[in-house]
């Protein structure tokens, strides 16, 4: 499969942890989004990179959110400290620089208890 | 800053009938993306189809067409011959492009649940 891959597809933690999601994109797009869709709602953008540079931040993303490309390939977002608040389904795209299609994984589904 | 609205939270239409999802949009911008995704069941989102706001003929996919109103911000999706797999929340979303310093970030609406009834 070439598609877009997220891991773990359900994490369930407790508030005050630290989680960490991982993405894979497809292996020749270089750029690299992360998207929070909270339930009943359309997914709001968090961040993107191109390569391994993070080229734009959401305010949603506060400072317990960070994000990371270190090779320009797989990214993880982390949370540190969780909330109640966090609780939502975390999608990661990729595209390529020059097209306007982004592919969608199959997000990871976030439960702070 | 954009956004985009879909008034319909949820829809049903018969199998093989047609359907028509409503989207509207704010934006200064001239030059922009218009898209509909797919997210059934499974949750995985599907671009469904695209559309250039530079380009005044309407994007057609197979079953899947639109009905881009650029003055009035609209950007409506036509599905024909509805089926049971088109059973999906629908949302519209808006891209503003790399080359004008959008970073092809997508604003999404809140979503339309659709239903294909037998």
């Known amino acids: 499969d070439t598609g877009v891959s997220q891991d773990p597809r359900h994490k369930i933690t407790k508030r005050g942890q630290n989680v960490t999601f991982r993405c894979d994109p497809i292996s020749e797009h270089n750029r690299l989004y992360w998207y929070r869709q909270t339930l009943g709602q359309g997914p709001e953008f968090l961040t993107y990179?191109?390569?391994?540079?993070?080229?734009?931040k959401s305010r949603l993303l506060s400072d317990r959110f960070s994000a990371e490309r270190p090779k320009g390939s797989f990214s993880t977002l982390e949370i540190q400290r969780t909330e109640q608040g966090d609780s939502a389904m975390y999608l990661c795209a990729s595209s390529l620089v020059e097209r306007n299609e982004q592919f969608f994984g199959p997000g990871t589904r976030l439960t702070v208890l | 800053a954009q956004t985009v609205t879909q008034s319909q939270p949820e829809m049903s239409v018969q199998e093989a009938e047609t359907v028509t999802l409503s989207c509207t949009y704010d934006?200064?911008?001239?030059?922009?993306?218009l898209f509909w995704y797919k997210q059934p069941p499974s949750r995985q989102m599907i671009l469904v189809i695209r559309?250039?706001?530079?380009?005044?003929q309407n994007a057609t996919e197979n079953r899947f067409s639109v009905n881009f109103q650029k003055a009035a911000k609209s950007f409506s999706l036509k599905i024909s011959d509805s089926q049971l797999g088109d059973t999906a929340m629908y949302f519209c979303a808006f891209m503003k492009p790399v080359l004008t310093g959008g970073g092809n970030k997508l604003t999404f609406g809140t979503g339309t649940q659709l239903k294909v009834e037998l």
């Open positions: 934006t200064s911008e001239n030059n922009y993306y």
């Open positions: 990179f191109q390569n391994e540079a993070q080229l734009e």
């Open positions: 559309q250039e706001a530079y380009k005044q």
